[in-house]
């Protein structure tokens, strides 16, 4: 590709300033709609910059990703050289960014017009995190899978017993945080176990969340989508696990500082079994992310990095 070609075309905010917000886009296979997404994030007024993760596509997802971290500086492109799944595609991006807030998996599915009713708690200082709501109050809804509704409920309501909290979608795929409380978060699950994993360690950290309405274009599986059954009972053990049998030291490398968060004091144990106890990042002085994993990253990064 010689050049930016219109579909790549990418504006800046209306004032031309840096913003704050930072967006997380983990990609596999997305050549179809990749560049529309990421022009849209681009426009926000509070946009600082855009990380897309691509987990090893074999499509031409990464020329695309190329392409458009070239024509725009806000934009950084990184590549996994083996599929490693959304988890790592997140750990992955959440370590690149500087932001104070991120949203993630801002795919076609969800409408990035929406970003910014999703992060104003946290702007106006009300939230540390925010959940953007597929049923929290009707919008625009693609009407698709019953049993992915069904499995989506049963394991809220599971995670909502675990954890107390009154969430309607915990499997939301528009998350919002300041920066300082995810980039810090220690995140060990695998596949799809984000959502439950972070909801889980959030709850530790006693962070106020909010929920806002949301949109949702879902896909079929013929138009790519990835999620099934394997993933929908992982997430129920990824559940059971990060609520009962992890704690806070080994959720975290270092408590928010402030004072939208309480502080958290409750006794704490490193994730597994009762009785056993294997060295966690949550053991080490907190340096933030530094395990090896995809996440102890340096920043600045050249653009079109391969990971491994």
């Known amino acids: 590709m010689s050049g930016a070609s219109p579909p790549y075309a990418l504006e800046t905010s209306a004032d031309g300033s840096r913003g704050t917000l930072s967006v997380v886009v983990p990609a596999h296979n997305e050549e179809a709609t990749l560049a529309e997404v990421v022009r849209k994030v681009a426009t926000l007024s509070s946009h600082r910059e855009t990380i897309i993760v691509d987990d090893a ?3 031409r997802t990464g020329e695309i990703g190329r392409e458009l971290a070239e024509s725009d500086p806000r934009v950084h492109y990184v ?3 083996r599929n490693a799944g959304k988890t790592e595609a997140l750990r992955t991006g959440f370590a690149l960014t500087t932001g104070d807030m991120i949203v993630q998996d801002a795919d076609f599915e969800y409408d ?3 970003i910014p009713a999703v992060i104003e708690p946290i702007l106006s200082g009300r939230a540390d995190v925010v959940y953007g709501s597929r049923f929290l109050v009707r919008r625009a809804t693609r009407v698709l899978y019953f049993y992915h509704y069904l499995a989506n409920k049963a394991l809220t309501f599971v995670s909502n017993v675990l954890t107390n909290l ?7 795929g528009y998350k919002a945080f300041r920066g300082e409380i995810i980039r810090n978060m220690i995140i060990t699950s695998q596949g799809f176990g984000f959502e439950v994993e972070v909801t889980a ?7 106020p969340i909010y929920e806002v309405p949301i949109s949702y274009y879902g896909r079929t599986y013929e138009e790519g989508k990835e999620i099934g059954l394997k993933d929908g009972l992982q997430a129920f053990w990824f559940t059971v696990r990060f609520n009962l049998f992890c704690g806070l030291r080994s959720s975290t490398a270092a408590r928010p500082s402030s004072s939208a968060s309480t502080r958290a004091s409750r006794p704490t144990r490193a994730c597994g079994p009762r009785g056993s106890r294997e060295p966690t990042r949550g053991d080490r002085p907190a340096r933030g992310w530094g395990d090896g994993r995809g996440s102890g990253l340096r920043r600045p990064r050249p653009r079109g990095d391969v990971l491994r």
């Open 166 to 172: 009154n969430l309607t979608d915990v499997e939301t």
């Open 112 to 114: 990035a017009n929406e």
């Open 201 to 207: 360690k959030i709850a530790k950290l006693r962070c």
């Open 57 to 59: 596509s074999t499509d």
């Open 79 to 81: 590549r996994h050289e």
